[in-house]
Nanobody, 116 residues
C-alpha cells in the first residue's frame, strides 16, 4: 500500500524559510517522478515543483529562484526547500507520486502559513 506522509509545515514570518519532507513507502520510490502541489483557501490545487527519477526539476514561475525540490532515494523522501517566503505562499502543501494532477497517490498535506 503506497503511502506519502508530509511534514515540516508551520507558521513562518515573511522572508523566512521552511523545508517540507514527504516520506514515501509501499513500493519502489526511485523510478517515479515526484511532485509538490499547493492549495490556498478558495483556490484550486496548483503545481509547485516536480522532480524526475533522474533528478531533473521544474518549477512554477511563482516559486522559481526561491524553492528547491530534491530527493533522497536512499531515504525514499522528497523535499521542498522554501526560502524568501511570502504571504501568498500560504497554502496546504501536498506531495504526490508521478508529478501530475492525475496521480492516484497523494499525501494528506501540511499547512504552511506565512504571516507576521
Amino acid at each position: 500500500q503506497v503511502q506519502l506522509v508530509e511534514s515540516g509545515g508551520g507558521l513562518v514570518q515573511p522572508g523566512g524559510s521552511l523545508r517540507l519532507s514527504c516520506a514515501y513507502s509501499g513500493s519502489i520510490f526511485s523510478i517515479y517522478p515526484m511532485g509538490w502541489y499547493r492549495q490556498a483557501p478558495g483556490k484550486q490545487r496548483v503545481l509547485v515543483a516536480v522532480i524526475t527519477s533522474g533528478g531533473n526539476t521544474n518549477y512554477a514561475d511563482s516559486v522559481k529562484g526561491r524553492f528547491t525540490i530534491s530527493r533522497d532515494n536512499a531515504k525514499n523522501t522528497v523535499y521542498l526547500q522554501m526560502n524568501s517566503l511570502k504571504p501568498e505562499d500560504t497554502a496546504v502543501y501536498c506531495c504526490n507520486r508521478g508529478g501530475t494532477k492525475e496521480s492516484d497517490y497523494w499525501g494528506q498535506g501540511t499547512q504552511v502559513t506565512v504571516s507576521s
